[in-house]
C-alpha cells in the first residue's frame, strides 16, 4: 500500500521558472512532512519541513505549501537554478513513531 | 557540528558472501540512527532503527541483521548476501521521531 504518492515523476523546467512538486497521503495520522533532496551518488538532504498545524512554511526560494482537509501538499522552487535538478522526496510520518514513509519522488531537471 | 561517516564506500561482493557495512556519528550525544535501502532510481526503504545502544528494531525482512554496539556506531549485516541486496544503504542520524540526517551512503553491488 503506497501511502505518499508524488507527481510528476519527473519535471523539467527553465532556469528562472517556478517548479511544482506534489505530494498526498493517505494516514490522517501523518502530522510532519519533510522534502528531501538527493543528488545522484549522494545520501538525501532534508530541504524543508512542515507540521499540519501549519499551512505554510517558507525558506528562501522553497515553499511549502500544505492543506490538511485534502491530505495534499506541495513544494514550489522558484526562480528555479540548473543547482536545483535532483531528486526530491516527500515523506510522512506520525510523530514519534520513527518509520517515516515515503514517497517514490520527483526528478526536477532545470534547464539553463 | 554533527558528522555522519559510512563504511566502506562501496563494495563489490559475490552472492553468498558475508557484508559488514558501518556508520559511526560524531558530535550528537544517543542519537536515534537508523538503516535505510534505495534501490537504483528507487525510494527510500526502512530497515532498522534503534533508539538505544543494544536495542535494534525491525521495519522489514530482507535477510540482513543490524547491531548498536556503541552509542555512535551502527551496523548493517548478513552472513549470506543475495542479489536482490544490491543498492544503495544510507544510515541516518534523529533526535527524536522526526527530522532524520542521510549520511553520504554505501553503494552494494552483488555479483
Given at each position: 500500500?503506497?501511502?505518499?504518492?508524488?507527481s510528476?515523476?519527473?519535471?523539467t523546467?527553465?532556469?528562472?521558472?517556478t517548479a511544482?512538486?506534489?505530494?498526498?497521503?493517505e494516514?490522517?495520522?501523518?502530522?510532519?512532512?519533510p522534502?528531501?533532496?538527493?543528488?545522484?551518488g549522494?545520501?538525501?538532504?532534508?530541504?524543508?519541513s512542515?507540521?499540519?498545524?501549519?499551512d505554510k512554511?517558507e525558506?528562501?526560494r522553497?515553499?511549502?505549501?500544505?492543506?490538511?482537509?485534502?491530505?495534499?501538499?506541495?513544494?514550489?522552487i522558484?526562480?528555479?537554478?540548473?543547482?536545483?535538478?535532483?531528486?526530491y522526496f516527500?515523506?510522512?510520518?506520525s510523530?514519534?513513531n520513527?518509520?517515516?514513509?515515503?514517497?517514490?519522488?520527483?526528478s526536477l531537471?532545470?534547464?539553463? | 557540528?554533527q558528522?555522519?561517516?559510512?563504511?566502506?564506500?562501496?563494495e563489490?561482493?559475490a552472492?553468498g558472501s558475508?557484508?559488514?557495512?558501518?556508520?559511526?556519528?560524531?558530535?550528537?550525544?544517543?542519537?536515534?540512527?537508523?538503516?535505510?535501502?534505495?534501490?537504483?532510481?528507487?525510494?527510500?526503504?526502512q530497515?532498522?532503527y534503534?533508539i538505544?545502544?543494544?536495542?535494534?528494531?525491525?521495519?522489514v525482512?530482507?535477510?540482513l541483521s543490524?547491531?548498536r554496539?556503541?552509542d555512535d556506531q551502527?551496523?548493517?549485516?548478513?552472513?549470506k548476501?543475495?542479489?536482490?541486496?544490491?543498492?544503495?544503504?544510507?544510515?541516518?542520524?534523529?533526535?527524536?521521531?522526526?527530522?532524520?540526517?542521510?549520511?553520504?551512503?554505501?553503494?552494494?553491488?552483488?555479483?
Amino acid at each position: 500500500q503506497q501511502q505518499v504518492r508524488q507527481s510528476p515523476q519527473s519535471l523539467t523546467v527553465w532556469e528562472g521558472e517556478t517548479a511544482i512538486l506534489n505530494c498526498s497521503y493517505e494516514d490522517s495520522t501523518f502530522n510532519y512532512f519533510p522534502w528531501y533532496q538527493q543528488f545522484p551518488g549522494e545520501g538525501p538532504a532534508l530541504l524543508i519541513s512542515i507540521r499540519s498545524v501549519s499551512d505554510k512554511k517558507e525558506d528562501g526560494r522553497f515553499t511549502i505549501f500544505f492543506n490538511k482537509r485534502e491530505k495534499k501538499l506541495s513544494l514550489h522552487i522558484t526562480d528555479s537554478q540548473p543547482g536545483d535538478s535532483a531528486t526530491y522526496f516527500c515523506a510522512a510520518t506520525s510523530g514519534g513513531n520513527y518509520k517515516p514513509t515515503f514517497g517514490k519522488g520527483t526528478s526536477l531537471v532545470v534547464h539553463p | 557540528a554533527q558528522t555522519i561517516h559510512q563504511w566502506p564506500v562501496a563494495e563489490i561482493k559475490a552472492v553468498g558472501s558475508p557484508l559488514s557495512l558501518g556508520c559511526t556519528i560524531k558530535g550528537k550525544s544517543s542519537p536515534n540512527l537508523y538503516w535505510y535501502w534505495q534501490a537504483t532510481g528507487g525510494t527510500l526503504q526502512q530497515l532498522f532503527y534503534s533508539i538505544t545502544v543494544g536495542q535494534v528494531e525491525s521495519v522489514v525482512q530482507l535477510n540482513l541483521s543490524a547491531s548498536r554496539p556503541k552509542d555512535d556506531q551502527f551496523i548493517l549485516s548478513t552472513e549470506k548476501l543475495l542479489l536482490s541486496h544490491s543498492g544503495f544503504y544510507l544510515c541516518a542520524w534523529g533526535t527524536g521521531g522526526d527530522e532524520q540526517y542521510f549520511g553520504p551512503g554505501t553503494r552494494l553491488t552483488v555479483l
